[in-house]
């Protein structure tokens, strides 16, 4: 698959536009879309369409310049590949670059793109981004088609940019939604709640405190008690959708990762009341949360809750992020520099849903305040 596993696919493409690297998850006419899997790509044809979020940035003049590497079947967040490689960190080597959408995350960090595409089913916009100290959005649940994209969940999947900074987040969404616009800043009402976890590097905390009161933003505290039933709901939803999704690839589980092969397996041992009452701690969880945006009009928290694990390493890196999978709500990731020098904390906010022109503007005021 060549020596640079940050790209599956290099591209020639002329013109002034902003330069667009493409998850090799989703279609790119003319070229096959392998998912970063050896079963997929062995029979993968070139796709004859553009994916529509594809159509769109190429209407608006955006040059194509790649598809990235990923993790195999966008199933899990380490960054890591057995097959296509696994892209470098860009701040530190030996940690680990996030994924699923690693690739686009490593390029965009190593200025090879403006904008990259990356989707997320569980965090794996917002990980990748927090890794390589970016900025990240998750979009809302329907807003963006995932029409021509490859499938892992179907209720739970998104598309989103991965950028330098807000204002790239607001370049990626025009080029998906044409017309797009954030908001004005002085529209932003600034007021949050502020979630608070077990397990959170005090370093981590300290640095998106100081950036929201820097940003003049009121925060209340809130603890929620549900958090890790909503945490295994989602992975419920995500296990037995994905079985469906992928189970055609069993055939031939040679050519998959062990790991990728025993996950589907376990999804398809779900029963049908597991996947029910996960839905319900979904509703749930819209309700409880919709209840505090409300109140708040925004969330507040960590994107992970300590620096990137090392390879060989074992953490949760979605514990903070696969929540608002399930609520269907866009969460923007966005880097915060630590006042202990340490690795680049991660400011996720969460805005209400379909409010993204006012979540990308809350994220570039606290950037504003940080200088």
Known sequence: M???????????????GPRLAVKDCIDVAGTPTTAGSRAVAEDAVAAEFDAPVVDTARRQGARIVGKTNLVELCRRIHGLNAWTGTPVNPIDPERLPGGSSSGSAVAVARDEADVAYGTDTGGSVRVPAACCGIAGLKTTAGRIPTHGVYEFSRTLDTVGPLARDAAGLAVGMR????????????????????????????????ALDAALAAAGVRLTDVVIAEWEEWIAAANVIMSAEGYWAQRHLLDRADRLEADHTRLITEGGE?????????????????????????????????????????????????????????????????????????????????????EEELLLAAAAVVEGALG
């Open 270 to 354: 779900l029963s049908a009341a597991q996947v029910t009452q996960a839905r319900r701690a979904g509703h749930a969880a819209r309700e409880r949360i919709g209840a505090l945006l409300r109140e708040h009009r925004f969330l507040a928290l960590p994107t992970l809750r300590e620096q990137p694990p090392r390879f060989g390493e074992r953490t949760a890196m979605t514990y903070l992020t696969v929540p608002l999978n399930l609520a269907g709500l866009p969460a923007v990731s966005i880097p915060v520099a630590r006042p202990d020098g340490g690795f680049p904390a991660s400011l996720q906010m969460v805005g209400g849903w379909h």
């Open 2 to 16: 060549g020596t640079d596993s940050t790209w599956l696919l290099r591209l020639d493409s002329s013109g002034d």
């Open 175 to 206: 080029l998906m939604e044409p017309g797009f616009s954030s908001a004005e800043p002085g529209e932003v009402p600034l007021t949050a709640a502020r979630l608070r976890f077990p397990g959170v590097e005090p370093g981590i905390d300290d």
